[in-house]
């Protein structure tokens, strides 16, 4: 299928060939019959995106610091890889569309229909392509009388009408609306719908006569005469509510709204613009201000958006997909008095020709609604650039498909492998096929998909790299194992017993073996550790310190379903390099955290206790400075200590003497990555899978005792 496509690092915008997507449990597919490019938001997205990589940092100081912070701690390599391979993602473009449903995922069969013609809502999913992929509470019925070209204003009018929510102004109440783009436009009509006077003011001459066209009482420039206006409008009183839907760095609409509000008035932002405003004025005046979040209620909530939660109407009447419901419900044209989106609509081009809709939204020729308009014959057939293909020679080559391509895939373990000895990258399949796309066309793939199946069921490809996220560990590896392919699985290796069980099962049935990226034990430093612990004898004392920086509360890593918490996915890693240092079984594991500590669990402390009589503890924290070192491992044997600082540097201090130890600085990540192919190649395989599974149960046991507060025993 063909999708718009913006390069984050250039600017450059092109109409690409690129998977097409799968539908998914509570989700449509949904074919494209028009997207509306908003003039404003995609100007400013573009506008940023084509900025020199001195100007981006100017417009986001917050990233800045992020990339300062990163550099600290690991370097200027490490720190580049990361921000180039963010700046290389594909950029997919729109976020309010209409279209027709061509299949319904697991879940909402009673709700849509293939057929159904709907209005679709969401960054990164009402894109501007052929096919989209969207959750249900994203996507409303369109009403049979309402064309596809207007419902595809949709989202952007739940905008509008989530502010005026926000101003909650009442029938008869005087409300001023500043900034007359595409927002402005609908506020205003919103507004008239609602029994409201309208005051519409901006500085061009054309938006103020279409808001008087469509209905605003007082229609003006913003200026000192407006402020008159008002007033005499308003018999003194000033409005009750301002609606500010500027796009500008100027702080004049704020200044505007406090000269014309009255007092203890409701000023509500829906657009960006400058934010400084007079203390005075607004203190004397008591007025409120209201930032409108998009759409309504459930916006940037993944629990509604992605998994399809609801809210109790009791509470909560107007969600954002209500939102858009009644929105598409009032542009059919037999209402008294319908949305009128028609003359909104400025320029009208064909799908093929997007790259000069989006030269003509960032020149100087003015404009307003611009709609995109699409074939109208399906296009269900996944529109792909291959390469000729590379078949594998039984024995003499790794040929791998990779399902997943997140940040740690594409900065660290796709550029090792691009560059190994016998080594093919075959398919690359992801969710979205931009980001398949863009993969192949980087690292080299043979081919690129959105169906994991064109891997499993591929007899050329005979290994798979699973680096999805968390929760589907444990199903593709068992596919995999059952296809006859080898399997190296990003940790952790599963987030249920159950999980673990069934990939014991398939590998039983399999002659391929499954590896999980426990990259640590294979970094030169573990293995001079383990070699030093091997050579004292007596039991052996381990304390790993890491310092791992707190995740914004709504990282999927923390949804209990998805990522399944810190400690089952991050902590894992260090549960599993103690048991390799050790090099005995884990007999039992305890772990406390931190009273009125933080929600979700960031913070715990691990105890294991081995076979041999060895502990090791594990102090996993959130709260460190981001600056200081990562990781710390401490190894105490004999009489002897050797410390691991963030596999940078390590020492040995023994009779009373200090030296450096001389292995290799690095996390063990190209190690790892060849010891997966040589044994995909004929070789040993690398990590006993018993073991395995042993630290993966060890560290569900670790979440198992925080929950119980008791020691968990596993033999």
Same mark, same amino acid.
């Given at each position: 299928?063909?999708?718009?496509?913006?390069?984050?690092?250039?600017?450059?915008?092109?109409?690409?060939?690129?998977?097409? #997507?799968?539908?998914?449990?509570?989700?449509?597919?949904?074919?494209?019959?028009?997207?509306?490019?908003?003039?404003?938001?995609?100007?400013?997205?573009?506008?940023?995106?084509?900025?020199?990589?001195?100007?981006?940092?100017?417009?986001?100081?917050?990233?800045?610091?992020?990339?300062?912070?990163?550099?600290?701690?690991?370097?200027?390599?490490?720190?580049?890889?990361?921000?180039?391979?963010?700046?290389?993602? #594909?950029?997919?473009?729109?976020?309010?569309?209409?279209?027709?449903?061509?299949?319904?995922?697991?879940?909402?069969?009673?709700?849509?229909?293939?057929?159904?013609?709907?209005?679709?809502?969401?960054?990164?999913?009402?894109?501007?392509?052929?096919?989209?992929?969207?959750?249900?509470?994203?996507?409303?019925?369109? #009403?049979?009388?309402?064309?596809?070209?207007?419902?595809?204003?949709?989202?952007?009018?739940?905008?509008?009408?989530?502010?005026?929510?926000?101003?909650?102004?009442?029938?008869?109440?005087?409300?001023?609306?500043?900034?007359?783009?595409?927002?402005?436009?609908?506020?205003?009509?919103? &507004?008239?719908?609602?029994?409201?006077?309208?005051?519409?003011?901006?500085?061009?001459?054309?938006?103020?006569? @279409?808001?008087?066209?469509?209905?605003?009482?007082?229609?003006?420039?913003?200026?000192?005469?407006?402020?008159?206006?008002?007033?005499?409008?308003?018999?003194?009183?000033?409005?009750?509510?301002?609606?500010?839907?500027?796009?500008?760095?100027?702080?004049?609409?704020?200044?505007?709204?406090?000269?014309?509000?009255?007092?203890?008035?409701?000023?509500?932002?829906?657009?960006?613009?400058?934010?400084?405003?007079?203390?005075?004025?607004?203190?004397?005046?008591?007025?409120?201000?209201?930032?409108?979040?998009?759409?309504?209620?459930?916006?940037?909530?993944?629990?509604?958006?992605?998994?399809?939660?609801?809210?109790?109407?009791?509470?909560?009447?107007?969600?954002?997909?209500?939102?858009?419901?009644?929105?598409?419900?009032?542009?059919? #044209?037999?209402?008294?008095?319908?949305?009128?989106?028609?003359?909104?609509?400025?320029?009208?081009?064909?799908?093929?020709?997007?790259?000069?809709?989006?030269?003509?939204?960032?020149?100087?020729?003015?404009?307003?609604?611009?709609?995109?308009?699409?074939?109208?014959?399906?296009?269900?057939?996944?529109?792909?650039?291959?390469?000729?293909?590379?078949?594998?020679?039984?024995?003499?080559?790794?040929?791998?498909?990779?399902?997943?391509?997140?940040?740690?895939?594409?900065?660290?373990?796709?550029?090792?492998?691009?560059?190994?000895?016998?080594?093919?990258?075959?398919?690359?399949?992801?969710?979205?096929?931009?980001?398949?796309?863009?993969?192949?066309?980087?690292?080299?793939?043979?081919?690129?998909?959105?169906?994991?199946?064109?891997?499993?069921?591929?007899?050329?490809?005979?290994?798979?790299?699973?680096?999805?996220?968390?929760?589907?560990?444990?199903?593709?590896?068992?596919?995999?194992?059952?296809?006859?392919?080898?399997?190296?699985?990003?940790?952790? &290796?599963?987030?249920?017993?159950?999980?673990?069980?069934?990939?014991?099962?398939?590998?039983?049935?399999?002659?391929?073996?499954?590896?999980?990226?426990?990259?640590?034990?294979?970094?030169?430093?573990?293995?001079?550790?383990?070699?030093?612990?091997?050579?004292?004898?007596?039991?052996?004392?381990?304390?790993?310190?890491?310092?791992?920086?707190?995740?914004?509360?709504?990282?999927?890593?923390?949804?209990?379903?998805?990522?399944?918490?810190?400690?089952?996915?991050?902590?894992?890693?260090?549960?599993?390099?103690?048991?390799? @240092?050790?090099?005995?079984?884990?007999?039992?594991?305890?772990?406390?955290?931190?009273?009125?500590?933080?929600?979700?669990?960031?913070?715990?402390?691990?105890?294991?206790?081995?076979?041999?009589?060895?502990?090791?503890?594990?102090?996993?924290?959130?709260?460190?400075?981001?600056?200081?070192?990562?990781?710390?491992?401490?190894?105490?044997?004999?009489?002897?200590?050797?410390?691991?600082?963030?596999?940078?540097?390590?020492?040995?201090?023994?009779?009373?003497?200090?030296?450096?130890?001389?292995?290799?600085?690095?996390?063990?990540?190209?190690?790892?990555?060849?010891?997966?192919?040589?044994?995909?190649?004929?070789?040993?395989?690398?990590?006993?899978?018993?073991?395995?599974?042993?630290?993966?149960?060890?560290?569900?046991?670790? &979440?198992?005792?925080?929950?119980?507060?008791?020691?968990?025993?596993?033999?």
């Amino acid at each position: 299928m063909k999708q718009v496509i913006q390069s984050a690092r250039t600017g450059k915008l092109a109409l690409k060939d690129v998977p097409a #997507p799968r539908v998914k449990a509570g989700h449509l597919l949904v074919q494209t019959r028009a997207s509306l490019i908003s003039a404003g938001t995609d100007r400013l997205v573009t506008a940023f995106a084509r900025k020199s990589m001195i100007g981006k940092a100017k417009a986001r100081p917050d990233l800045v610091k992020k990339v300062i912070d990163k550099f600290r701690r690991d370097g200027f390599a490490e720190t580049w890889t990361s921000v180039m391979a963010r700046l290389d993602e #594909p950029l997919p473009l729109g976020y309010s569309a209409a279209g027709i449903v061509t299949a319904v995922g697991a879940g909402i069969e009673g709700t849509f229909s293939v057929g159904d013609r709907v209005a679709i809502a969401g960054a990164g999913l009402a894109n501007h392509a052929e096919l989209n992929v969207v959750p249900k509470n994203l996507c409303v019925p369109i #009403p049979p009388n309402v064309s596809d070209e207007d419902a595809c204003f949709a989202t952007l009018s739940a905008i509008a009408m989530h502010a005026v929510r926000n101003a909650g102004a009442a029938l008869g109440e005087h409300v001023a609306v500043i900034g007359l783009g595409l927002v402005g436009q609908l506020v205003c009509q919103l &507004l008239k719908l609602s029994g409201v006077r309208v005051a519409a003011l901006d500085v061009d001459p054309t938006r103020i006569d @279409l808001a008087r066209q469509l209905g605003a009482e007082v229609c003006g420039s913003i200026d000192d005469a407006t402020a008159n206006t008002i007033g005499h409008w308003t018999k003194e009183k000033g409005v009750d509510a301002v609606i500010i839907a500027a796009s500008t760095d100027s702080n004049e609409p704020f200044e505007t709204a406090a000269a014309i509000a009255r007092d203890r008035a409701r000023v509500v932002l829906v657009g960006k613009t400058g934010t400084e405003f007079s203390y005075r004025d607004f203190m004397q005046k008591e007025l409120n201000i209201i930032v409108s979040r998009s759409y309504g209620p459930g916006r940037y909530d993944d629990d509604f958006e992605v998994r399809g939660h609801t809210y109790p109407e009791g509470y909560v009447r107007w969600t954002e997909t209500e939102n858009l419901a009644e929105c598409a419900r009032l542009m059919a #044209p037999d209402l008294p008095m319908p949305l009128n989106i028609s003359p909104l609509i400025s320029h009208r081009f064909a799908f093929e020709q997007t790259e000069s809709a989006y030269e003509l939204i960032t020149g100087d020729e003015p404009h307003l609604g611009v709609v995109l308009q699409y074939p109208d014959e399906a296009a269900n057939v996944p529109a792909q650039k291959f390469t000729a293909p590379r078949l594998s020679t039984s024995g003499h080559e790794c040929v791998i498909g990779v399902i997943g391509a997140g940040g740690f895939a594409k900065t660290q373990m796709l550029p090792a492998l691009k560059g190994m000895k016998n080594t093919v990258l075959h398919t690359l399949v992801t969710e979205r096929g931009a980001s398949a796309e863009h993969g192949q066309g980087t690292f080299g793939f043979t081919q690129a998909s959105t169906d994991d199946s064109d891997i499993f069921s591929n007899p050329d490809i005979n290994a798979v790299l699973i680096a999805t996220r968390h929760d589907t560990h444990a199903t593709l590896t068992a596919k995999a194992l059952q296809a006859g392919k080898s399997v190296l699985v990003e940790k952790p &290796l599963a987030l249920t017993r159950d999980d673990i069980n069934d990939i014991a099962s398939a590998r039983n049935g399999s002659k391929a073996f499954f590896q999980v990226g426990f990259n640590r034990r294979f970094a030169p430093m573990s293995r001079a550790m383990k070699k030093f612990l091997s050579d004292h004898d007596g039991t052996k004392f381990l304390l790993l310190r890491v310092n791992t920086g707190a995740l914004p509360k709504d990282h999927w890593v923390h949804d209990t379903e998805q990522g399944g918490g810190r400690i089952l996915g991050e902590a894992c890693h260090f549960i599993d390099l103690a048991r390799f @240092l050790i090099g005995t079984s884990i007999e039992s594991v305890q772990a406390s955290a931190p009273r009125a500590g933080s929600v979700p669990c960031e913070d715990a402390t691990i105890t294991l206790r081995f076979a041999d009589g060895s502990l090791a503890t594990i102090a996993y924290t959130a709260r460190g400075d981001a600056a200081f070192s990562k990781e710390r491992i401490e190894a105490y044997a004999g009489g002897a200590v050797m410390v691991i600082d963030d596999f940078k540097s390590c020492s040995v201090t023994e009779n009373g003497q200090s030296k450096n130890n001389n292995a290799a600085p690095g996390k063990g990540i190209q190690q790892e990555l060849q010891a997966f192919v040589d044994a995909c190649l004929g070789g040993d395989v690398p990590i006993d899978e018993a073991e395995l599974i042993e630290t993966s149960i060890a560290t569900l046991a670790a &979440l198992e005792s925080l929950q119980s507060g008791e020691r968990i025993n596993l033999t």
